[in-house]
């Protein structure tokens, strides 16, 4: 068997440890923004819920015993002070964890200490295979251990209810210091636990699969994309297989407490995994759809057990159905292309009708929330607004609508969505551009409002489509964003700005892709690939965070984010290409 290594080490504080299909990881964080002393087992099935605390013991005194954490694709470790005694744990599959300890007892016990009707977990020794399994109230499931070797010693709690201890700890016995055993993730009931599979084979099987799906994603990553591995594990560890509302291969946002796919964020996934995975791509792109509603409205949120339409999300997903169709390892069949244009076009009619008021030809949204930018300052003057970045993702929305139903056959339907798209721009051009920056509105009626927000300079995204003195002055705005780390949402020298201020001032991965590809398609090479170098420097130092403070770098809230990893691997693989494209014409390099 050939040697295979883990892949990329991580901080276990900032990145789950997981396995690609998995509904739970193993990490401190146990709440938005909480850490605990010891590990836990997380599950996100209902929610973000630490179901059971994994604490290292010295044998024989059962005391809490010094260790320290190592994490990596394909296997996690405790290591006690003496260098040499250790607890392992592996994936057997992705309900299935395996254990493994020489030296080190481990402790179990349930997250939350006491157990009431509906909460925390009930305790008990199975009758039939001898196995202890934990209840949990927060999950809806069962976390069943099997001891394959050593022994369960210090079993207190079992059958007990309310405050009583509830714990059972790993050792190894008489004979031996070492001990396995197996934790499963299960509904109702299976077939006892067996498994004729060394824990060294399932830690070569855990590290084959994601170097497969590394060499997947990423086959292109050199010593020039440093983080392009740790990218794709921040991707594969947080795909989920289908349960619940989750109807197909889902990558969350994150395992942590962002664990949902929210409808614009999915489509940065589907771009990054387009080219190497393009089934699980392409069922990214989808999944929102599944659960678009009777308005054609696309649901803010979608997780295992919730679905939100409170609010939605910007109507980026025709300029993603662009980009998806140019770098999708397979063509589109036509049952495909028929269902996205239909879909697309219930979106699009979404915002037509229900977010235009009579009369106007700009849509409107109705919080920061439905633009994705939750607080940006463009809201503060009114929060039902009419803004540029709105009107510019719906025409290349409608652009590429008109791009398929002529594809399709459709020519009446391409000619509406093309002077659609042309009568929409013509109307931001002459409501909101006042020659200088473009403005928003209440949708009410009211004044003009400037923000500065980069927010207010998204139409760039239009690229070609604008004119140039329009993309010209948009790009000088933009480059006055630009930190030594990247874009600032809102611009450092405003009175608004906030280093950790969420949309006020901290860099955004959709917001640095969206306009990257916006600047080179108007022609603003230089500053597009400025941007992107200085983005991907920065996940190379800072990693995957949700956010980064615009001044330092430093990662910010949700630190093992997907769609900042998959614009990473977007903007890596986009730079490598262009560089490739120089090298074989010849021509002198000057991307960044």
Not at 452 to 462: C, F, K, N, R, Y
Request: glycine share 8%; aromatic share 8%; charged share 20%.
């Amino acid at each position: 068997m050939p040697p295979t290594t883990d892949g990329p080490a991580f901080d276990i504080r900032d990145i789950p440890f997981s396995h690609f299909g998995s509904w739970f990881g193993i990490s401190p964080v146990i709440a938005q923004h909480v850490r605990a002393d010891d590990l836990h087992l997380v599950s996100h099935q209902t929610g973000l819920h630490p179901v059971l605390r994994l604490t290292p013991v010295t044998p024989g005194s059962g005391h809490r015993a010094d260790t320290h954490w190592r994490a990596g694709p394909a296997r996690l470790a405790w290591t006690g002070a003496d260098g040499t005694s250790t607890i392992e744990a592996v994936y057997e599959t992705p309900d299935t964890l395996r254990l493994r300890g020489t030296g080190l007892g481990l402790s179990i016990t349930p997250a939350d200490a006491t157990l009431t009707p509906f909460t925390g977990c009930y305790f008990f020794r199975d009758p039939v295979d001898g196995s202890h399994v934990f209840t949990s109230y927060e999950t809806g499931r069962r976390y069943r251990v099997t001891v394959l070797a050593g022994t369960a010693t210090d079993v207190t709690g079992a059958e007990a209810l309310g405050g009583s201890p509830r714990a059972l700890t790993l050792t190894g016995d008489s004979t031996t210091a070492s001990w396995e055993a197996a934790v499963e993730e299960l509904d109702s009931a299976r077939p006892p636990y067996t498994s004729d599979v060394s824990h060294p084979e399932l830690v070569h099987r855990a590290q084959t699969a994601f170097r497969t799906f590394a060499d997947t994603v990423a086959p292109w990553r050199s010593e020039q994309t440093p983080a392009a591995e740790l990218a794709a594990y921040v991707l594969w560890s947080a795909t989920v297989r289908p349960t619940g509302f989750l109807r197909r291969p889902a990558v969350l946002m994150s395992k942590h407490w962002m664990d949902k796919v929210w409808s614009w964020d999915h489509c940065f996934n589907a771009l990054a995994l387009a080219p190497g995975a393009p089934d699980l791509a392409w069922d990214q792109f989808q999944l929102p759809f599944d659960h678009q509603d009777e308005s054609g409205a696309l649901p803010d949120s979608v997780a295992h057990s919730e679905i939100l339409y409170n609010f939605v999300k910007p109507p980026i997903h025709g300029w993603a159905l662009r980009r998806l169709r140019q770098f999708l390892g397979r063509p589109l069949e036509s049952r495909e292309l028929e269902q996205a244009y239909r879909r697309l076009t219930l979106w699009t009619d979404f915002w037509l009708t229900a977010r235009r008021v009579p009369g106007s030809a700009l849509p409107h949204y109705h919080h920061g929330n439905d633009s994705g930018w939750d607080n940006a300052t463009t809201f503060d003057p009114a929060r039902v607004a009419v803004t540029a970045d709105l009107a510019s993702v719906l025409i290349l929305q409608l652009d590429e609508l008109a791009r398929l139903a002529a594809e399709l056959g459709l020519p009446q339907d391409a000619r509406r969505h093309a002077q659609t798209a042309d009568a929409i721009q013509e109307a931001l051009l002459r409501e909101l551009w006042n020659g200088e920056r473009f403005l928003s509105r209440p949708a009410h009626g009211g004044p003009l409002a400037a923000s500065a927000s980069l927010l207010d300079l998204m139409p760039i995204v239009l690229g070609d489509r604008l004119p140039p003195q329009v993309s010209d002055r948009l790009a000088a705005r933009i480059e006055a964003h630009l930190t030594p780390h990247g874009l600032a949402t809102e611009h450092p020298d405003s009175p608004a700005y906030e280093p950790d201020g969420y949309w006020r001032g901290p860099i955004w991965a959709p917001a640095t892709v969206l306009i990257e590809d916006g600047l080179r398609r108007a022609g603003h090479v230089r500053l597009a690939d400025e941007i992107s170098a200085r983005f991907r420097a920065m996940c190379e130092t800072s990693g995957f965070a949700e956010n980064f403070d615009a001044l330092t770098g430093q990662g910010l809230r949700d630190r093992a984010y997907t769609w900042t990893a998959s614009s990473y691997l977007l903007l890596a693989r986009d730079h490598l290409s262009r560089v490739e494209a120089d090298t074989a014409t010849g021509a002198v390099s000057t991307h960044a």
